[in-house]
């Protein structure tokens, strides 16, 4: 099936994939955040893959609960070299 038929995963669903089927890691920086507009400090989250002697990182910042949009599912996979059709996309690309 593809998109726009396909389910989004949500947050939690999303990260399981990531972990278990690309060895991927969920981390923090330690030691920075950023700041929003009204001054509260975030931490900053991302995931981590070691693939091929090559270590991919790809920011992220979405709540458990919220559904993965296409824009980020494409981006994050983008970055840890993951392949899209995993999660029900099958982009043709033409030239």
């Not at 990531?18 to 923090?28: A, D, R, V």
């Not at 981006?75 to 996309?89: K, Y």
Request: aromatic fraction near 14%; hydrophobic fraction near 35%.
């Amino acid at each position: 099936m593809a998109y726009p038929f396909i389910k989004f995963p949500t947050f939690s669903e999303f990260r399981q994939i990531l972990e278990s089927e690309f060895n991927c890691e969920y981390k923090q920086l330690d030691q920075m955040s950023f700041e929003d507009p009204q001054g509260v400090k975030h931490p900053i989250y991302y995931f981590e893959r070691k693939h091929e002697s090559e270590t991919y990182l790809a920011a992220i910042d979405v709540p458990n609960g919220a559904i993965v949009q296409l824009s980020l599912l494409r981006s994050v996979c983008a970055r840890l070299h993951i392949r899209v059709e995993r999660f029900g996309l099958h982009l043709d690309y033409t030239e």
